[in-house]
């Protein structure tokens, strides 16, 4: 591991007072692992907007009623068109109607967010959600 360099900032006392708020609500050991996080946060955030070609992973959450018609067929057949991304899923009964759904996705990027939007989009999912991540390769 590299050796870690340190670094000043001013912020304004206020701004310093709910941070550290964050930070222990978060139960973070230190400011420096909250603003660690909040950097690699940001660069993850960076490489999905701009590296179209670059493999990432990610999960899609759905919440949808599973009596709507033909929608079960066509989250299926979305799904089985993009076997090769989708890692794994998870499938949930919340009650009666409804049910969740997590799948985990790694790919490169524009397919990853196609697929979970052409999920998303389908007819009768009441909530999805796409939560980005990376790999990891490029982060310290």
């Not at 899609?60 to 709507?68: A, F, I, K, P, R």
Request: proline fraction near 1%; charge should be negative.
């Amino acid at each position: 591991m590299n050796k870690a360099v340190r670094v000043a900032i001013t912020l304004d006392p206020t701004l310093l007072n709910k941070f550290d708020e964050l930070c222990a609500k978060q139960s973070y050991q230190n400011r420096s692992e909250a603003i660690r996080d909040l950097i690699r946060n940001s660069l993850v955030q960076q490489e999905w907007r701009e590296e179209e070609t670059g493999e990432s992973v990610g999960t899609l959450t759905l919440v949808y009623d599973h009596h709507h018609s033909d929608l079960a067929q066509r989250m299926t057949e979305i799904q089985h068109e993009a076997l090769d991304i989708i890692v794994t899923s998870l499938h949930l009964h919340i009650d009666a109607h409804n049910c969740m759904e997590v799948l985990i996705l790694r790919g490169p990027n524009t397919l990853i967010r196609d697929t979970a939007q052409r999920i998303i989009s389908t007819r009768g999912v009441k909530h999805g959600k796409l939560t980005l991540s990376t790999t990891g390769k490029d982060l310290v």
